[in-house]
């Protein structure tokens, strides 16, 4: 195995990939580790028993490490659906951020690191042609059961150097809001949205703790200043200037 990005500086082979069904990669997904090390979260993504893998891991200092082919499906998505597709792991590559995750604290990423999240995932959706608003987290693809890179990821700084769709927070502000337990066509009309931009979420025109999930994960990658599953009037005006400047 020989590196597929001029970017990786080791490789650290994973026995657990497959073949890819379907068309090529269209997506890229970020995740983090969620371990207390780099190199416990190396060993769990290299053994057959845990059957978890990424085609690339980041660490801390910046360093590269890839693990899987890009060639190869790598088992990083895990059940997971974006925009109809559920066999995530078939059409996308996947980058491990080393980062203790939400049960660490979330603390912020290293520079360096991010630094070199940016630069592979640039690589990446180049040699790919990935579209901008395919570039998504794992939080993204599976909400309620993921919440990685979660909300202290910048992935505002990713747009600002070409990775990934992106448009500047609505601020916060009192107004009207929706939550769980709320009902009507605005409910379904919200759930339109959030399917149109890929998202599942059934149009039910019931807010339930699934939508409530959805809307919590849209927060973590586009409106970060409050994560609460609540959708205030940042949040709805965030997601329609998302929607209306999607790449075409």
């Known amino acids: 195995m020989t590196p597929d990005s001029p970017l990786a500086t080791r490789i650290q082979p994973s026995p657990n990939h497959g073949e890819r069904l379907g068309p090529r990669p269209d997506m890229l997904i970020l995740h983090y580790t969620g371990m207390t090390s780099a190199a416990a979260a190396m060993q769990r993504l290299a053994d057959p028993i845990a059957e978890v893998s990424a085609h690339y891991v980041v660490l801390e200092d910046g360093a590269i490490w890839q693990m899987v082919p890009e060639s190869r499906r790598a088992w990083h998505a895990g059940r997971a659906s974006w925009r109809g ?22 603390p912020p990423y290293p520079e360096a690191q991010i630094a070199a999240v940016t630069a592979l995932a640039r690589d990446l959706v180049s040699r790919w042609a990935i579209p901008a608003d395919r570039v998504l987290a794992h939080s993204d693809i599976a909400p309620g059961r993921k919440e990685d890179p979660g909300e202290t990821f910048p992935w505002g700084r990713l747009a600002a150097d070409g990775v990934g769709h992106h448009v500047p927070e609505v601020p916060l502000r009192d107004g009207r809001f929706f939550a769980e337990g709320d009902s009507g066509q605005p ?17 039910t025109g019931t ?5 409530r999930d959805v809307v919590t994960a849209f927060q973590r990658h586009f409106r970060q200043a409050r994560v609460d599953g609540i959708a205030d009037a940042s949040t709805i005006t965030t997601l329609r200037d998302l929607i209306a400047s999607r790449p075409s």
């Not at 597709?85 to 979330?106: F, K, M, Q, T, Y």
């Not at 409910?187 to 149009?203: K, R, T």
């Open 85 to 106: 597709e559920r066999d995530v792991n078939s059409r996308s590559l996947g980058i491990e951020i080393v980062h203790p995750g939400h049960a660490g604290g979330l």
């Open 187 to 203: 409910i379904e009309a919200l759930q339109a949205m959030l399917a149109l931009y890929g998202y599942e979420q059934p149009l």
């Open 207 to 211: 807010f339930d703790r699934h939508m």
